[in-house]
């Protein structure tokens, strides 16, 4: 490992210009926003000597890169992580003490970079730290939304929006990059010629155009030179807005290129795992998309003459099917500009691309109608048609007269372009995010397509960096785990399997739940001051922290909460260790039952927290505004970590791993990844309940199952669900919560009743419940249980999948950078 070469002396008085250049103040003077920035710019200028090395290093040597092609990054803060790996976090925390200033202050003066929802965005975050650390050239292509992911306030128990203005301050490691804008071409109409000799070309007019302007922000790598690019687009109007235009009678043009520019990159939209179908949405896409793709070609024709060579250099990754109209980018670019045939494009483009399918969940895939793609984007709708067409000729010889194979495969069928049928017809690989998913990809949901081509389809099972979810994220527990087998783990997690010796051993294990108590006494102390709340650290906290969604099954966990209310009622010498229930989450602002859900658990919560004759052995809290940084403190002190959604949606998880990470006990189902961290830490070390992948598929195919029947032999369920009407725990409006009851209870013209199988699953889980009260009980068992969820996390770092990813689709070489 690179030993650090930072310099004290020279970075703090480093700061004190900065301070003074920036704000003309003394660092007395100065705000602690002000001092972020200083303190920021001056690691920023750590890294631009190796940026500008590693950008040299690329240029010398050609390697292939890959470009990261996501919608969303969820980046959180980057001072802290930046710190961690320039290997100085420790030195610039004493400088900024000597000057007398708090270095968790400083980092909570960063907005979060909320460019992502959830899961997805946030593995695109991971990816990227996992790349530099393994010294791969790679890109991470995106959009530089204005507002991110919107904020959450909790008003009388109900979520708020409010719009992320996180740029309001700059952003002190993004660099504006002008010179490499980009013009992106809508609408308009194609019109084709035959050149001088005698073939057809297309060109697009009347159309509208925006300009696309890149801001780079540096990714580094741990302990060492290689700094990558996350490069992510603005637009800005063609020529800024002048009287001239209306002379020339194109006034209303130059207006709505302005609207169009403004609007493009204006928000990110607030939905995880579902479609919407704006039109709004698709220009996005395609912004990007053309950006980035058109920078792809020209950077590799800057070295290159051979554009048919171009997949010797460069990997397009997809995550998930919002960037997909690459490929038809890709093919328009290499016909029509670069005047290859078909076959050749095809060629090109179907070696270039790869996509990653991130759902089952029919509600997620992106159709498109013919009418709004075609107005929007006519040359890449031709090149689609084209697309279809070469496929469903090819369907139709190999499963002659077989409609239902068209149907279910073709690009364009029923007036819909379906994005995920053009990712794998297109790309050269396919893969889903861990086994279960891959598997119920290939046997059911894309069980023709597999039959097709199963040489595309490959399982990359997802992973969580430790540098910012272990070392940033928990650092007592990090420094325990150095002290005791070394730093390897920070670069290869595998080394965590050296602390399972000390798993048994009570010394070791006194010293780790020691380390858990301090992390909870720290979110006690963030949760008095967001929620005025008063926790008990010594309770066992029982953590949900993830997206808002009916298959996560938040109401399965809130319906468990009101049932042992009840049962504490009846019996509040009920023998129980204290536990402090905590949730937190963002609803989708259009999403009426997961909000709806939101406001059950905190009318809970008002009830049960302030009723003294339970003893306090309930405690429910909901943390609002559930993000990167405070997801940091909630994982490192969770006791237990709820991962229940209905067996075969969850595609992976990630949440999931930080939490074994930092020494959770799961209680879950056998959904996406966990079926692999029981597989890692053993059934023992685990709480596994509910049904079945294979038994939720069988019981849809069905058509669902008959909820009422457990309503009316399951006395406590029924108990439970009349409280959601009977006004019990909304007396000013008994009515409030009866979409819930009915979204359980009756079926509807759209949908089954209890179509996650709540009611189905809520014995077990109550079950399950018992057992982790039992475990908890005895407190050498449970550290022992929490200290191999640790130690046997290391098959779920982010740098084990990037190495997959790069042997099995990639085929990258890592680059030594030199200073
Ligand atoms: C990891 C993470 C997620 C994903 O959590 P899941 O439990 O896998 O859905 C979402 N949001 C944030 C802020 C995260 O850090």
């Not at 009316?712 to 919560?737: A, C, H, K, M, W």
Request: aromatic share 10%.
């Amino acid at each position: 490992m690179a030993e650090s070469t930072f310099d004290k002396k020279a970075f703090k008085s480093e700061i004190v210009d900065n301070v003074k250049l920036l704000f003309r103040k003394t660092i007395e003077e100065a705000d602690n926003q002000q001092i972020f920035q200083a303190v920021a710019y001056a690691v920023k200028d750590i890294m631009i000597d190796k940026w500008m090395a590693t950008h040299k290093a690329y240029e010398l040597q050609d390697p292939k890169t890959v470009y990261y092609m996501s919608m969303e990054f969820l980046m959180g803060r980057a001072l802290g992580n930046n710190m961690i790996n320039i290997m100085a976090y420790d030195e610039i925390k004493e400088i900024l003490n000597e000057l007398g200033l708090d270095i968790n202050v400083m980092e909570d003066q960063e907005p979060d970079a909320a460019l992502g929802n959830g899961g997805l965005g946030r593995l695109a975050a991971c990816f990227l730290d996992s790349l530099a650390t393994l010294k791969y050239p790679a890109y991470g292509c995106g959009i530089r939304y204005r507002y991110g992911m919107f904020k959450q306030e909790i008003k009388d128990g109900y979520q708020i929006e409010a719009p992320d203005n996180w740029l309001k301050n700059g952003n002190p490691f993004e660099l504006k990059r002008p010179e490499y804008a980009t013009e992106i071409k809508f609408g308009g109409y194609v019109r084709s010629y035959n050149d001088e000799f005698g073939k057809e070309k297309f060109v697009i007019e009347n159309y509208r155009s925006v300009m696309a302007i890149p801001y780079d922000i540096p990714i580094i790598g741990y302990g060492n030179n290689t700094v990558n690019t996350l490069r992510i687009w603005d637009a800005e109007a063609i020529q800024t807005f002048n009287l001239d235009s209306f002379d020339k009678g194109d006034y209303q043009k130059a207006i709505e290129e302005q609207n169009l520019a403004r609007n493009i990159v204006e928000v990110l939209y607030p939905n995880d795992n579902h479609y919407a179908g704006k039109e709004l949405r698709l220009k996005q896409q395609y912004f990007f998309i053309s950006a980035s793709v058109q920078t792809a070609v020209a950077k590799y024709k800057g070295k290159h003459d051979d554009i048919k060579k171009f997949a010797d250099k460069v990997a397009f990754q997809l995550n998930d099917t919002h960037p997909t109209v690459a490929i038809a980018e890709l093919m328009r670019i290499l016909m029509d500009e670069e005047g290859l045939n078909w076959n050749e494009a095809w060629d090109v483009t179907s070696n270039t691309c790869a996509y990653t399918n991130h759902t089952i969940m029919s509600e997620a895939l992106e159709k498109w109608p013919i009418e709004l793609f075609s107005k929007l984007l006519p040359r890449i709708y031709q090149i689609v048609e084209e697309i279809n067409r070469r496929f469903v000729e090819e369907i139709k010889a190999k499963y002659p007269g077989n409609q239902e194979k068209i149907k279910k495969m073709a690009v364009i069928y029923d007036g819909q372009i379906k994005m995920a049928n053009m990712a794998i017809v297109a790309g050269h690989s396919v893969n889903g995010v861990a086994k279960l998913h891959t598997q119920i990809l290939e046997k059911q949901e894309l069980k023709d397509f597999y039959e097709m081509m199963p040489e595309k389809f490959n399982n990359k099972t997802n992973g969580i960096t430790q540098r910012r979810f272990l070392l940033h994220a928990n650092p007592l527990l990090a420094t325990w785990i150095t002290d005791k087998i070394g730093d390897e783990w920070i670069t290869n997690l595998e080394h965590l399997k050296k602390l399972k010796p000390y798993a048994d051993d009570l010394t070791f294990q006194k010293e780790f739940m020691q380390i858990k108590y301090q992390n909870k006494v720290r979110l006690v102390k963030y949760i008095k001051e967001h929620n005025n709340i008063d926790v008990d650290p010594s309770s066992i906290f029982d953590v949900q922290v993830k997206r808002l969604h009916e298959y996560k099954r938040q109401l399965l966990n809130i319906l468990h909460v009101m049932y042992l209310y009840n049962k504490l009622k009846q019996n509040p010498d009920m023998d129980m260790v204290p536990r402090t229930f905590i949730f937190g989450g963002k609803a989708a602002a259009g999403y009426r039952i997961a909000k709806l859900t939101i406001k059950l658990i905190n009318n809970v919560g008002n009830l049960i927290n302030n009723d003294k004759s339970i003893n306090n052995k309930i405690k429910v809290v909901f943390i609002e505004e559930y993000c990167v940084s405070n997801a940091e403190l909630i994982f490192a002190a969770a006791d237990v970590s709820e991962q229940i959604s209905t067996a075969s949606k969850e595609a992976s998880g990630t949440g999931n791993m930080k939490f074994m990470l930092n020494g959770a006990i799961t209680i879950g189902t056998m959904d996406g990844a966990n079926v692999e961290i029981v597989e890692e830490v053993g059934q023992e070390n685990a709480v596994i309940f509910g049904m079945s992948a294979e038994e939720v598929i069988r019981y849809e195919n069905q058509g669902g199952y008959d909820s009422m029947e457990i309503f009316n032999n399951d006395e406590e369920i029924r108990t439970v669900l009349t409280q959601l009407i009977n006004g019990f725990y909304s007396p000013e409006n008994p009515e409030l919560f009866r979409d819930i009851y009915n979204s359980l209870l009756n079926y509807k013209c759209s949908s089954r009743a209890d179509t996650y199988f709540i009611l189905k699953d809520f014995r077990a889980y109550a079950q399950a419940h018992e057992k982790i009260n039992e475990m908890y009980k005895d407190s050498a068992r449970w550290a022992k249980s929490a200290m191999l969820n640790t130690a046997c996390a290391g098959k779920f770092s982010s740098d084990r999948t990037i190495e997959e990813y790069v042997r099995d689709i990639w085929k990258l070489e890592k680059v030594e950078v030199k200073l």
